[in-house]
């Protein structure tokens, strides 16, 4: 590869997504086109990325030849959140998959538990090359930020690796709890803060070396402490979030950029730099390998990972009692074992 085209890979970071390969469908499968208008946004969002961009992005990686050696990042997420849809004991008629790309989540689910699964992705390409899978899907060309649907639809919505490039984040978590029904729940994974932070701070102090400062090259992601409160915000209660963290070993910088730019995942935040200069790339994958390198001289690239689940409200669901209900006091609670610990002796 020429070091002019590297030199272009080096804004392309922020976790992995898809690609695609002709499979045959073992449920039938519907598309439908309902996506919002080029460049539409909300009024009160920052305008933080360029949405056509990101469209364009995806639909090139779903297009190229060799996609599927890309796609190992979002199979493990994928399979890791059908995990914890089997872990909830009940059936989900009508299943709602936000961001899906190829259909990294349904490809893992079976009739027994999803009846129907509608797909919904900003990338017609990867809509058109999805995964073989069990159950029925219908996909749906729509905007995280703008979903088709009537309140109340859906008894599970799932997203993976896809709301980390909406612009605004608390609208897409109040479209998904509109279009669940109540008691419905909502499992979504996402990347974290510290994902590519070994990329991250590689190019920033190669760039601040050569040229004399820095441009950001990792867009901005959550922090896991700001998860909580925007469920919260939407609607969702008793909540669940947890981190993880899957770290994936590459020969070189070079190696891990033509991946990220192969699974889709390129900048497309407006204040982007476009170009690094050559020396600046050399630096920086010099800075990588002594900084982070392996015994055997592979460098190590970190994706964290959010998880979160959040139910919509229900007269049904077991709720917290109300305060001051309690009969017995945490102060108690030494002199319960006391007792405890008197009977065993006496017997």
Same mark, same amino acid.
């Given at each position: 590869?020429?070091?002019?085209?590297?030199?272009?890979?080096?804004?392309?970071?922020?976790?992995?997504?898809?690609?695609?390969?002709?499979?045959?469908?073992?449920?039938?499968?519907?598309f439908?086109?309902?996506?919002?208008?080029?460049?539409?946004?909300?009024?009160?969002?920052?305008?933080?990325?360029?949405?056509?961009?990101?469209r364009?992005?995806?639909?090139?990686?779903?297009r190229q030849?060799?996609?599927?050696?890309?796609?190992?990042?979002?199979?493990?997420v994928?399979?890791?959140?059908?995990?914890r849809v089997?872990?909830?004991?009940?059936?989900?008629?009508?299943?709602?998959?936000?961001?899906?790309g190829r259909?990294?989540?349904?490809?893992?689910?079976?009739?027994?538990?999803?009846?129907?699964?509608?797909?919904?992705?900003?990338?017609e390409?990867a809509?058109?090359?999805?995964?073989?899978?069990e159950?029925?899907?219908?996909?749906?060309?729509?905007?995280?930020?703008?979903?088709?649907?009537q309140?109340?639809?859906?008894?599970?919505v799932?997203?993976?690796?896809s709301?980390?490039?909406v612009?605004?984040?608390? #609208?897409?978590l109040g479209?998904i709890?509109?279009?669940?029904? +109540?008691?419905?729940?909502? $499992?979504?994974? /996402?990347? &974290?803060?510290?994902?590519l932070?070994?990329l991250?701070?590689?190019?920033?102090?190669a760039?601040?070396?050569r040229?004399?400062?820095?441009?950001?090259h990792?867009?901005?992601?959550?922090?896991?402490?700001?998860?909580?409160?925007?469920?919260?915000?939407a609607?969702?209660?008793?909540?669940?979030?947890?981190?993880?963290?899957?770290?994936?070993?590459?020969?070189?910088m070079?190696?891990?950029?033509?991946?990220?730019?192969?699974?889709g995942?390129?900048?497309?935040?407006?204040?982007?730099?476009?170009?690094l200069?050559?020396?600046?790339?050399?630096?920086?994958?010099?800075?990588? #390998?002594e900084?982070?390198?392996?015994?055997?001289?592979?460098? +190590?690239?970190?994706?964290? $990972?959010?998880? /979160?689940? &959040?139910?919509?409200y229900?007269?049904?669901?077991?709720?917290?009692?109300?305060?001051g209900?309690?009969?017995?006091?945490?102060g108690?609670?030494?002199k319960?074992?006391n007792?405890?610990?008197?009977?065993?002796?006496s017997?």
């Open positions: 590869m020429e070091m002019q085209s590297l030199a272009r890979l080096c804004v392309l970071w922020r976790g992995p997504l898809a690609a695609g390969v002709p499979a045959k469908k073992l449920g039938f499968r519907k439908v086109s309902s996506v919002s208008p080029p460049g539409r946004a909300s009024s009160r969002a920052l305008n933080i990325f360029d949405r056509d961009l990101k364009k992005q995806k639909n090139w990686a779903a030849p060799q996609h599927s050696k890309f796609e190992y990042l979002r199979e493990e994928g399979s890791r959140i059908a995990d089997y872990d909830i004991a009940r059936d989900f008629p009508l299943v709602l998959d936000v961001g899906c259909g990294y989540i349904a490809q893992h689910l079976n009739k027994e538990t999803v009846g129907k699964c509608f797909q919904t992705d900003i990338a390409a809509l058109k090359n999805t995964l073989e899978m159950i029925p899907v219908v996909s749906v060309l729509a905007d995280e930020e703008f979903l088709p649907f309140e109340n639809t859906f008894d599970l799932v997203s993976s690796l709301l980390h490039w612009n605004d984040l608390p #609208r897409a479209q709890h509109y279009v669940l029904k +109540p008691d419905g729940v909502f $499992i979504g994974a /996402m990347f &974290g803060g510290d994902t932070f070994e991250r701070c590689s190019l920033q102090l760039e601040t070396e040229e004399g400062g820095f441009s950001p990792v867009s901005p992601f959550t922090a896991v402490n700001d998860l909580g409160h925007l469920l919260g915000r609607g969702f209660n008793t909540l669940t979030v947890d981190t993880d963290e899957i770290q994936v070993n590459y020969p070189g070079f190696e891990l950029m033509e991946d990220l730019q192969g699974m995942e390129s900048n497309c935040a407006w204040n982007r730099k476009s170009l200069h050559r020396d600046t790339m050399l630096a920086a994958a010099a800075v990588y #390998r900084m982070y390198k392996n015994e055997d001289g592979s460098i +190590p690239a970190t994706y964290q $990972i959010y998880y /979160m689940i &959040g139910w919509k229900h007269d049904s669901q077991a709720r917290p009692a109300e305060r209900s309690a009969t017995a006091s945490f108690e609670l030494g319960i074992n007792l405890m610990s008197q009977e065993k002796k017997q």
